[in-house]
């Protein structure tokens, strides 16, 4: 039972345009969002973040949007940069817990 | 600059060895967490710990166990290798509190674990 759902496995932009990766959750009690960025042969890096309190977060090219009622979220990166190609992983908590459940990810592939 | 450190970047094991994955952290965080990566799965949590000496089963703890036996260090330890634990492990961190602050976990760069 897969509680946060990252439907598409890749993405291939093109340089400069926008990147939109998309996220569901099945738990309504997720209260906390967060994205992490992984380049082979690394650990996962913090990316942004978003608390259920609000809609959008954003953090320079990388935006976080958050709606609740279709328990989905999309982060945005504009303009998209060859460096962007890299696994994102979705991952929310609950009520302050400090466990987190993680999506499958997708790997984006930014040409130049 | 806060860190979570692997022993080992790549290893390669036999079938049937007792094998160590070691973790240390320097940002006197609480809780430790073991996850593997496989393509097409995701992470998936092996094992956590909120304290020393203390540990939870994670979504997939068989074939695994756990130490902490201090603040900072979690091991790993798979007692029988076999090849489907063939796999890039990553340790993580977090400290604890009313929540998981902006950042939740601080991870590892990863152990590459090859099971022949």
């Known amino acids: 039972d897969q509680q946060v759902k990252q439907n598409s496995p890749s993405l291939s932009v093109q340089e400069g345009r926008i990147s939109i990766l998309n996220c569901d959750y099945t738990?309504?009690?997720?209260?906390?969002f967060l994205w992490y960025k992984k380049y082979p042969a690394e650990g996962p890096t913090f990316l942004i973040s978003i608390s259920s309190i609000k809609d959008k977060n954003e953090d320079g090219r990388f935006t976080v949007f958050l709606n609740k009622s279709a328990k989905h979220l999309s982060l945005h990166i504009v303009p998209s940069q060859p460096g962007d190609s890299a696994v994102y992983f979705c991952?929310?908590?609950?009520?302050?817990?400090?466990?987190?459940?993680f999506g499958k990810g997708t790997k984006l592939t930014v040409n130049p | 600059d806060v860190k979570v450190t692997q022993s080992s970047r790549y290893l390669v094991k036999r079938t049937g060895e007792k094998v160590f994955l070691e973790c240390v952290q320097d940002?006197?965080?609480?809780?430790m967490f073991w996850y593997r990566q496989d393509p097409g799965l995701g992470l998936r949590l092996i094992y956590f710990?909120?304290?020393?000496?203390?540990?939870e089963k994670g979504d997939i703890p068989e074939g695994y166990s756990v130490s902490r036996e201090k603040k900072e260090r979690f091991s790993l330890i798979l007692e029988s290798a076999s090849t489907n634990q063939t796999s890039m492990y990553l340790c993580?961190?977090?400290?604890?509190?009313?929540?998981?602050?902006?950042?939740?976990?601080?991870f590892g760069s990863g152990t590459r674990l090859t099971v022949v």
């Open positions: 993580a961190s977090s400290s604890q509190g009313p929540g998981l602050g902006n950042y939740g976990y601080t």
């Open positions: 738990n309504s009690m997720f209260d906390y």
């Open positions: 940002m006197d965080h609480e809780n």
């Open positions: 991952a929310a908590s609950e009520g302050g817990s400090e466990k987190l459940v």
């Open positions: 710990s909120y304290d020393v000496k203390m540990k």
